[in-house]
């Protein structure tokens, strides 16, 4: 039986350190009001030391790969202090940011707004790089008129994609792994989308991770039970609750969820 996936989202902006530029770690609500954590090695340190499965690091500013030496070092920092799979996003371009980053210390790297401006991005690093390695990160938020339609631009561009469709688009094109955010959700820990998690699941057959809105360590159980997702990813959860990856593991396990308990 194939166990579940705990994993924690390290949200990532740079900050002025001096005469360069640093990686910290923040949380947000929506997408928007960046507060501020620490240090994304420190955290991630933690994190492996309570089992969780990978790691999903966001690069929320999306500065392009080429320009972002404090991300690729980042990065090269996560690959060499920390064991665990790593998946990097944010900023992805073009099959050469692929390159930095899988060379950098990535297993996988998430496209999202790239796919949406040339889906055949996702099928040109599938080719290069083996589908195992390409990620599809699909925002979703509701619209006025009460549709769920993908976004772009943290939250605030509505490209009128239908996600179930556009996530069978990305698989077909490629896409290893879809990674589904409902922005509305983000920080809120009122739950998650577990409704549009299920159809997702029932469109495409690849791992769906579900993130956005885990509150308390039951919304993890609603993920999986509910949702049908493969893992389920949260940043503010981990930063700013009680319970660690430890302890959500074992609610996990107790709830009848397969999931990795030892080493």
Known sequence: MVKKRLIPK???????FGKQEISVLVTTVGFQGERQVGDPVSQAKIYESQL???????NINSLPIGANRALVELVERLATETFMPLTVGGGVADLRDFAVLL????DKVSVNTAALRDPDLVSQAARV??????????????QPDGRMTVVSGRGTVDEGHDPVIWAREMV???AG??????VDRD???AGLNTALCRAVVDAVNVPVIISGGCGVANHFVEGFADGHAEGVSAGT?????DQNPMQTRSHIANAGIPIRLLT
């Open 103 to 106: 060379e950098s210390g990535a």
């Open 52 to 58: 969780v499965d990978e790691l999903l690091v966001l």
């Open 172 to 174: 077909d094109r490629g």
């Open 237 to 241: 959860y981990f930063s700013f609750r």
């Open 129 to 142: 790089y083996g589908a195992q390695c390409v990620v599809v990160s699909i925002d979703v938020r509701r």
């Open 10 to 16: 390290l949200l990532i902006v740079n900050r002025p």
């Open 187 to 189: 920080g809120g820990s």
């Open 177 to 182: 792994e879809i990674i589904l955010t409902d």
